[in-house]
């Protein structure tokens, strides 16, 4: 298996709708992260969570809610999106927050129509 | 505030050509840094990480350079292949700032012709 999993590879979600993007990691690493790749723009760090705590939200808003029951999985559940949400949503674990090297899941392609 | 540029914004070079890719960043005070590369709509493969002690890392035909304090790191790729064909991303992470947050840069889009 890969080192980091995610699932759906995409989505298309209308803006009422309510949906969650999975992440698994098998590398026994301590932090998981969420990043947003949108057309034309740098990556932006959305969450971090360390040893299953959220450590840093960077200013997300609140209709993205990332949970973390493990320090193995981490999910994002999306609701009442907008179409600017459309974007690549990128898990990514380490083997701790601040000094570890980073690896990246294929990522979750989503359509907010 | 970190901030990450990487010049040039896109390159063309022909199959067999040594290539440098150049990064900068504003907050010298990093723990370490790392090279991506990003297949069009995938995800990053890690390809380096470079410790802030260290002034360089080679994996194969790849070899990066840190300069930490003038803040420069520099990607070279020895006798480019078409499958080296990719968008290569550099990003520092800050001692200062959010924690675990690596700032990126928007990338080098690399083409190498058959």
């Known amino acids: 298996e890969t080192g980091v999993t995610q699932t759906p590879r995409h989505l298309v979600m209308g803006m009422t709708n309510k949906k969650s993007l999975k992440c698994e990691q098998h590398?026994?690493?301590?932090?998981m992260y969420w990043y947003k790749q949108s057309a034309k723009k740098p990556l932006e760090l959305m969450f971090v969570?360390?040893?299953?705590?959220?450590?840093e939200n960077n200013s997300v808003p609140s209709r993205f809610s990332p949970e973390c029951p493990n320090s193995s999985h981490l999910f994002l559940h999306l609701h009442t999106l907008q179409p600017e949400d459309s974007a690549l949503y990128l898990c990514?674990?380490?083997?701790?927050?601040?000094?570890?090297?980073?690896?990246f899941g294929e990522g979750s392609r989503l359509t907010v129509l | 505030k970190q901030e990450v540029t990487q010049i040039p914004a896109a390159l063309s070079v022909p199959e067999g050509e040594n290539l440098v890719l150049n990064c900068s960043f504003t907050?010298?005070?990093?723990?370490?840094l790392q090279w991506f590369r990003q297949d069009p709509g995938k995800g990053l493969t890690s390809l380096l990480l470079?410790?802030?002690?260290?002034r360089e890392q080679t994996s194969g035909r790849l070899n990066a350079s840190l300069d930490k304090s003038s803040g420069r790191s520099t990607l070279y790729i020895a006798a480019s292949q078409p499958g080296d064909s990719a968008t290569y991303l550099c990003?520092?992470?800050?001692?200062?700032?959010?924690?675990?947050?690596?700032?990126f840069g928007k990338g080098t889009k690399l083409s190498v012709k058959p």
């Open positions: 990514a674990s380490s083997r701790t927050a601040n000094t570890g090297e980073l690896f």
């Open positions: 590398l026994g690493h301590n932090a």
């Open positions: 969570y360390s040893l299953e705590e959220r450590v």
């Open positions: 907050d010298s005070a990093i723990y370490n």
């Open positions: 470079i410790q802030s002690s260290q």
């Open positions: 990003a520092p992470k800050a001692v200062r700032g959010s924690q675990g947050n690596l700032i």
